[in-house]
């Protein structure tokens, strides 16, 4: 009886015959069968809030499920929460936007966000799973060598080399008969380092760990001479920047040299939050002069050379040697952040050279 009365007062209804709005009609009754499923990932930039929102956005529209404006507001609060929690958390950190279709009749999407992260020793974990070696070029630093080489006999040089890697600076200079002690936090490439030192018979003490750790302790004035390459581009402010340097000014005898690579900007070049987040995500973290001068500042350092670190190694390197890796070079002129082939960018890694006072 019910049915009656409903097809009854159905037939009441004007009669649609517009080929148009029967359309529409179809449509609808298709797109409650249409699924969508997927998701985004997003490394955890807090000042890409926008063009991520947007991206998300666009692609909702085009699966038919556009954006509610009430929904929009929500979901940039909650993004902006995940970003912002994920890049404290680790430059490395991604943020994963799930979306499905919800059950019909309705038409809309259903959104999950989650964080997800790693740190930089797992991350270098996957190089050695999936590169070929050397993961950071077949000779040592050129600039270390011949800095080295001016303090004196092998013999009666103790060298700290923080961030050894798989030993590219370690094992050369101890083959040479310099006492080296490595540094390394990637438990892998402290691994293969040990095996290379006990294979070789080397002066080589390896410690695997963060140099920045309270817990980790070096000797005081012990060692002539301490190498940070490709180090500093790890760390995330200038509190580590200084932090590190403290250390290395107690581990160092007096007169003893501290040589380490960073990225600095060019001219009057001042980078943003975006900049310096993106430099991060990089593994390209970068100062202004004036920060690391603040950073050196009251410390018993004198600054002897800044030399950009391209040039150097280009012009040093034996022949062959260079590039040291595919990627190095890209890298060490700052467009690994600014991706640019016909432009010069506003920072560059350099050799900078201290003398414990």
Known sequence: MGAESTIDQTEKLPLVVNPDILQQAILYKINTRINARGELVFPCIPGMLSHYLKSIEKLFSTLDRPLPEDRRDELSKLLATKLEQGYRTS????????????????????????????????????WVDTREPPLFGSHPDAKLMTTAAKLGTPDRVRILDVGAGTGRNTLPLARLGYSVDAIELTPAFAEQLKAAVTAENLPVTVTEGDVLDPLMRMKPARYQLAVAAEVISHFRDSDQVRLFLAKMCDSLSPGGLLLFSTFLTVGDYQPDALVRQVAQLSWSTLFTPQELATAMEGLPLVQISDELVFEYERHHLPEGAWPPTPWFSSWATGRDVFPMANARPPMELRWILCRRS
């Open 91 to 126: 430059t490395a950190s991604m943020l994963i936007l799930q979306y499905e279709s919800v059950q019909p009749p309705q038409t809309g999407l259903a959104c999950k966000v989650i964080v997800t992260t790693s740190t930089v020793g797992e991350q270098y974990k996957s």
